[in-house]
Nanobody, 124 residues
Framework: QVQLAESGGGLVQAGGSLRLSCAAS????????MGWFRQAPGKEREIVASISGSGLSTYYADSVKGRVTISRENAKNTVYLQMNSLKPEDTAVYYC?????????????????WGQGTQVTVSS
């Protein structure tokens, strides 16, 4: 069972950038598609981006397309979320999640392992 640990959250001004990292334990990281989700206060958890086990296939929510890039380094068991042109509405707790398959998915129910989350706050 893979375990996940996010890092890189913080406070940033609108228009700024952050890079989130998610370190995974386990010997077969490339077998896991990975996703980044976020949850703002009073709102449901939503997909931000996902990436296949090989890294060749990605998915982005419409709300972040063009501002966010998901990537992974399988040799380091790490997935990243580069976020640029941040907006106050991007403020949320960001979670890393893993699937037990190489293929991407956009629904949170399709991910079985979750990190503890990292807070991202964008000030206006």
């Amino acid at each position: 069972q893979v375990q996940l640990a996010e890092s890189g959250g913080g406070l940033v001004q609108a228009g700024g950038s952050l890079r989130l990292s998610c370190a995974a334990s386990g010997r077969t990281f490339s077998n896991n598609a990975m996703g980044w989700f976020r949850q703002a206060p009073g709102k449901e958890r939503e997909i931000v981006a996902s990436i296949s086990g090989s890294g060749l296939s990605t998915y982005y929510a419409d709300s972040v397309k063009g501002r966010v890039t998901i990537s992974r380094e399988n040799a380091k068991n790490t997935v990243y979320l580069q976020m640029n042109s941040l907006k106050p509405e991007d403020t949320a707790v960001y979670y890393c999640a893993a699937r037990q398959t190489r293929f991407t998915a956009s629904a949170s129910r399709d991910y079985g392992t979750w990190g503890q989350g990292t807070q991202v706050t964008v000030s206006s």
